[in-house]
């Protein structure tokens, strides 16, 4: 008879073990898909520890370095551009040389990832204006490499992961990565609090590579088929004449992409110079900046089950409509912060708000892509992103400068994510798969 140590033990193993499937629905599903989904559950919580380090605290390490609040813009809009210039020929890897995982891993888990060691060794050789340009740059290699493996990656996903159970297993899974990522930004924030600067942010960066490598082992071991090159006469060119007529046969998609740009243009007015607020008119400590970060994905973990369950039982665009509807509160509040912890019950709205819009943002664009060509409108829909990204850091960049400041552009993001929400509400709709009946939902 087991003893009830061992019996606790086997009892987490396999709560632990289910956990990293995305939930009991999987236990049904093949060996393949279920090795798939658990390798890729470890590499979405190796991938958000990296990846918070680097949100949370990389802008603050520029200005460590003396960057000033018009190159963090700047960075925002090179970044945003040089990603439109990659987009499509990481597209036609796919589509015309196959080999999803391989570009993946050497693009985005191997090329962007060492220049994140790069940037944290660069002070070492470096002093003065030199430094932040070069700082800059590098910053620009990392985000043009993981927009290069971005097509690659969308498909990927889309072909691992069953729909039937999309929206429970990126509810699980980003469930995980919201605890790891909240670990992560509070030590590592406390950790650059008591050590020099910029040396604590170097460590920091040092550790972002090191887990975000261990990210890259993960999604090395997924399964997936090489897909050899097809024949020419298989596959419309990939050029801009045939991307624009392949457009116009799905209107939907047009549509979507179209109020994703204007959503995305607002939210890149605000969105490089939250931090910046609050370090530079709110004097908040690195410790800080993490703690307030956590408390968004405090906020997001509570209800992330909950949310998948709804995404497979309303539909992602009724989810994505109601959240976008109320995430422009979420800007305009910052006018009336006048202390860090005002930000404590905004960042608790946003986490709830942006925890269902992500959820529900992702699956749609996973409706809306036409299977069979799903790189390359992966890959257009990224560069109207990024490009409104790119216009809408460099408009904040402006008003940040101008009489208006700070206040402007959080009226400017609220005012631009509204009348997207508004135009999503309108003229976005399409079918969606068939959803499991709400009997037939588990946890």
Known sequence: ???????????????????????????????????????????????????????????????????????????????????????????LLVERIGHRKEVTVWAGGGVARVVVLFLALIPLSLKGPALIYVAIALSVIRDTFGNLAYPAW????????????????????????GVIGMAVTLLVGELITRASKPAGYQIALGLAFVIGMMSTYSFAHLRV??????????????????????????????????????????????????????????????????????????????????????????????????SGLLIPIVPLSWIFVTSPWHVVPINIMGGVLWGAFSLASFNYLLVLTPEEQRARYSALYQIIITVALAAGAAVGSIIISSPWTYKGVFIGSAVGRFTAALLFARFVRAPEPSHLAPAEVTS
Not at 2 to 27: C, E, K, Q, V, Y
């Open 225 to 322: 088929s090489k897909e050899p090159p097809k024949a020419p006469q298989e596959a419309s060119a990939l050029t801009l004449p045939a991307l624009l007529r392949d457009l116009w046969k799905h209107p939907a998609f047009l549509t979507l992409a179209g109020v994703a740009a204007l959503w995305n243009f607002s939210l890149n007015v605000a969105g490089p110079f939250f931090n910046v607020y609050l370090v530079q008119n709110l004097k908040s400590t690195a410790t800080m900046v993490g703690f307030l970060g956590v408390v968004s994905i405090i906020a997001g973990l509570f209800v992330q089950r909950k949310l998948g369950e709804l995404a497979d039982r309303w539909g992602s665009r009724r989810m994505q409509l109601i």
């Open 1 to 91: 008879m087991p003893s009830p140590t061992n019996h606790l033990r086997f009892r987490i193993l396999r709560s632990f073990s289910r956990l990293t499937l995305g939930g009991d629905w999987a236990l049904s599903e093949p060996a393949e898909t279920r090795h798939n989904l658990r390798w890729f559950w470890f590499d979405g919580f190796f991938s958000s520890a990296s990846d918070n380090i680097l949100v949370t605290y990389l802008v603050l390490y520029l200005l460590a370095l003396g960057a000033s609040r018009a190159q963090i813009g700047l960075l925002s809009s090179l970044s945003s551009l040089s990603a439109a210039l990659v987009l499509l020929p990481g597209a």
């Open 154 to 177: 969308i498909a990927i996903i889309a072909e691992i992961i069953p729909i039937s159970g999309r929206g429970r297993y990126f509810g699980t899974r980003n469930f995980a990565m």
